[in-house]
């Protein structure tokens, strides 16, 4: 069955860098646009980055633009975030997503498939 498994989260203080890892089995990765959301307590699901099939394009959100990094290693099966200059507000349940034959996608809607999540969570 198909399965995303993220890692790397964990208590890190403000200013400092956590990079995520979302490894996935079950399907052919190279086929899949892959993203990046996250849901603190209490507010919805946010879409964070998201990367196409072949990492030719990617994207992220305004929140975080300059400080977090989306890449893949596709014969590793595998997506990563670089979290860099980590903020109190940046503390949620981060997961990965997987989308067939598409690019970039901010909207979960659009997602197949979803990882159970890593806590991130950055102490001021």
């Known amino acids: 069955q198909v399965q995303l498994v993220e890692s790397g989260g964990g208590l890190v203080q403000a200013g400092g860098s956590l990079t995520l890892s979302c490894v996935v089995s079950?399907?052919?990765?190279?086929?899949?646009?892959m993203g990046w959301f996250r849901q603190a307590p209490g507010k919805g699901r946010e879409f964070v980055a998201g990367?196409?099939?072949?990492?030719?394009?990617?994207s992220v959100a305004d929140s975080v633009k300059g400080r977090f990094t989306i890449s893949r290693h596709n014969a590793k099966q595998t997506v990563y975030l670089q979290m860099n200059s980590l903020k109190p507000e940046d503390t949620a349940v981060y997961s990965c997503a997987a989308v067939f034959q598409r690019g970039v996608s901010p909207s979960e809607n659009e997602y197949d498939y979803w990882g159970q999540g890593t806590q991130v969570t950055v102490s001021s």
């Open positions: 990367i196409s099939w072949n990492g030719g394009t990617s």
């Open positions: 079950g399907l052919v990765f190279s086929t899949y646009g």
